[in-house]
T-cell receptor, first 115, second 111 residues
């Protein structure tokens, strides 16, 4: 597709369940980011992938959060044993990456509600 | 690492007036500074950007200025319209690595 694609767009889950969110970046974009945005709040950095380099995981809030990306393709963000405070919109973004300063393109986000 | 601060957190202006949002950054090696607009329930979208080799850039009613010495950059919106109402985020990055965003400014344009 032409843009960053995320799925699901909405996810309602019960506390304690695991969830998996998917991001399909723009083709050829080597950099991929996950951000969390709570209602009315800013963009909280979670994790950054750049090509085949080790990801920057410094923003992951706890060990319940993990993310994977194979090469320069799809990424999945997994939240284990979800808590109510995990409720937020999870935004994925991609760019051409290191050495290529340019626009960061966002997906529509995955809205997670933990009951 | 980079740290980006943004002020004000909220801003209300009368339609037709100008709005200015200011950001500061900490990493002198940052060389790309985009501004994103996020309308309610929508994704952030790029409205203007500036690179470190330029001091000012203008696109119709929107302009961005950069002061590398002071490490701050500003967004200027002239002749504001109701559709300018949104949350605006500044960001800084070094060579496309690890975009760091400011906390956002909620702009309300009052009719």
């Amino acid at each position: 597709g032409a843009g960053v694609s995320q799925s699901p767009s909405n996810k309602v889950t019960e506390k304690g369940k695991d969830v998996e969110l998917r991001c399909d970046p723009i083709s050829g974009h080597t950099a991929l980011y996950w951000y969390r945005q709570r209602l009315g709040q800013g963009l909280e950095f979670l994790i950054y992938f750049q090509g085949n380099s080790a990801p920057d995981k410094s923003g992951l809030p706890s060990d319940r959060f993990s993310a994977e990306r194979t090469g320069e393709s799809v990424s999945t963000l997994t939240i284990q044993r979800t808590q109510q405070e995990d409720s937020a919109v999870y935004l994925c973004a991609s760019s051409r990456g290191q050495g290529n300063t340019g626009e960061l393109f966002f997906g529509e986000g995955s809205r997670l509600t933990v009951l | 690492g980079e740290n980006v601060e943004q002020h004000p957190s909220t801003l209300s202006v009368q339609e037709g007036d100008s709005a200015v949002i200011k950001c500061t950054y900490s990493d002198s090696a940052s060389n790309y500074f985009p501004w994103y607009k996020q309308e309610l329930g929508k994704r952030p979208q790029l409205i203007i950007d500036i690179r470190s080799n330029v001091g000012e850039k203008k696109d119709q009613r929107i302009a961005v200025t950069l002061n590398k010495t002071a490490k701050h950059f500003s967004l200027h919106i002239t002749e504001t319209q109701p559709e300018d109402s949104a949350v605006y985020f500044c960001a800084a990055t070094r060579y496309g690595q690890n975009f760091v965003f400011g906390p956002g400014t909620r702009l309300s344009v009052l009719p």
